[in-house]
């Protein structure tokens, strides 16, 4: 069963999200929240499985409100899903840099609502590697890169970073660094443990920010 806060500041669709995901065997509602900061709150004191969050919101907005979350060591666990009506590319790129594991408009289809969630559950983005990094360089420009932030990666998993962020699979990883896919994989793990990445998307904006990788390379 994959528990699911709620957070979002409109009554409406609060309850409409609430009875969709009601309705969906293996999914259980165990809150509702109306802005971030009790999203915030609510999120330490229940400890959900995924948070569904809006972005505009009163006090604290969910850009700001899954930053919080997903930089709690205490809620390593938790996946942040952004639900909103503003799909323009530039909050895709600040929710993911935030923390967020996917990003799904509040026009979007019940059932992919629901698939979405199960996604970020298991682990998943809902971006591509691909396409995160297609959106970083376009919307995101570090002044300084932080170089310093892979000083706990060896050289190898380096390498497995940069070839995360370019969007390559476990079994692409395997077949350029003559490796087996089991071995690319638990590479790809510990590099986001240490770089306290939830997905492979979250790994391209390190990659990005640390100038390991730069647009067009």
Request: charged residues 25%.
């Amino acid at each position: 069963m994959i528990r699911v806060l709620v957070v979002d500041d409109q009554a409406l669709i609060r309850q409409a999200v609430t009875d969709i995901l009601r309705s969906s065997p293996g999914v259980e509602v165990i809150g509702v929240a109306a802005d971030g900061a009790e999203g915030v709150e609510m999120t330490r004191r229940l400890r959900p499985d995924v948070v569904l969050m809006d972005i505009r919101m009163p006090r604290l907005d969910g850009i700001d409100a899954s930053a919080r979350i997903c930089t709690d060591p205490q809620l390593a666990s938790t996946r942040v899903l952004i639900l909103t009506t503003f799909e323009e590319d530039e909050y895709v790129v600040r929710a993911m840099r935030a923390g967020a594991s996917g990003f799904i408009g509040k026009g979007a289809e019940p059932d992919d609502i629901v698939r979405a969630i199960e996604a970020v559950h298991a682990g998943d983005s809902l971006l591509s590697a691909a396409a995160t990094r297609a959106l970083i360089a376009k919307h995101l420009h570090p002044a300084v890169p932080e170089r310093g932030r892979l000083a706990a990666l060896t050289d190898r998993e380096e390498e497995v970073l940069l070839l995360v962020a370019r969007g390559r699979s476990n079994q692409e990883i395997a077949e350029e660094l003559f490796i087996s896919p089991h071995t690319a994989k638990t590479h790809v793990n510990r590099v986001m443990t240490k770089l306290h990445a939830h997905d492979r998307a979250q790994l391209v904006i390190e990659a990005y920010e640390s100038g390991l990788l730069s647009p067009g390379s």
